[in-house]
């Protein structure tokens, strides 16, 4: 079984640039969640996807937006990054049906974003 | 709103002592589920257990036990014996929604920096 998988390690930016995360959700599992964890706090829930819709957003502004795609993998775009946006980036995947999520989140490794 | 609070920043304790970790949490939905999870320097978040509103059952699994409390909103983790191995980050989360439905968004507290001498 291949666990969650995220690309790449880690990036640095600068202000004002585009950047594009990835993920690969784990085996058998089609919902993917991303979220946002700043140096010294609890990861924030950026959104969810699920049958390649957003499907639930938490507090961030549209310059972050995302696409899952067939095979269930997922993007975090985020545009005109600003210093805050560095972060510890973290993907979850589970399973859901009828879009009840069944069983537990399995997090992947996450992405190091460095905005200079 | 969910709110999850993890009210010690960090503990520090040596190699064989018993170590409890915090967690009240605030919701307004009858059914939610509640979550722990340990976050190596490596930084992956790995899952520890998973509670349901009306399981207040206590757990326990080798070395670690969970004392969850509807009463005080509470849902707190304790481990037994800890080693050098246990030193992590740990948070503590919810999920609100029938099981854990809705979207599955999880709230997580600010998280409890356990370090573990030998």
């Known amino acids: 079984e291949t666990g969650v998988t995220q690309s790449p390690t880690h990036l640095i930016k600068t202000r004002g640039q585009q950047v594009t995360l990835r993920c690969s959700s784990q085996?058998?599992?089609?919902?993917v969640s991303w979220y946002q964890q700043a140096l010294g706090q609890g990861p924030q829930f950026i959104f969810q996807y699920y049958r390649e819709e957003e499907n639930g957003r938490g507090n961030f502004p549209p310059r972050f937006s995302g696409l899952q795609f067939p095979n269930y993998s997922s993007e975090l775009n985020v545009n005109a990054l600003e210093l805050d946006d560095s972060a510890l980036y973290l993907c979850?995947?589970?399973?859901?049906?009828?879009?009840?999520?069944?069983?537990?989140?399995?997090f992947g490794p996450g992405t190091r974003l460095t905005v200079l | 709103a969910q709110k999850v609070t993890q009210a010690q920043t960090e503990i520090s304790v040596v190699e064989k002592e018993d170590v409890t970790l915090d967690c009240v949490y605030e919701t307004r939905d009858t059914t939610y589920y509640l979550f722990w999870y340990k976050q190596p320097p490596s930084g992956e978040l790995v899952f520890l257990i998973r509670?349901?509103?009306?399981?207040?059952q206590n757990e326990i699994s080798g070395r670690y036990s969970w004392n969850f409390q509807k009463s005080t909103s509470s849902f707190n983790f304790t481990i037994t014996a800890s080693q050098v191995v246990d030193s992590a980050v740990y948070f503590c989360a919810l999920s609100e929604g029938a099981g854990g439905t809705s979207y599955g968004k999880l709230t997580f507290g600010q998280g409890t920096i356990l370090t573990v001498h030998p």
């Open positions: 979850a995947s589970s399973l859901a049906v009828g879009g009840i999520r069944l069983g537990e989140q399995f």
């Open positions: 085996s058998g599992h089609n919902t």
């Open positions: 509670r349901n509103s009306f399981d207040e």
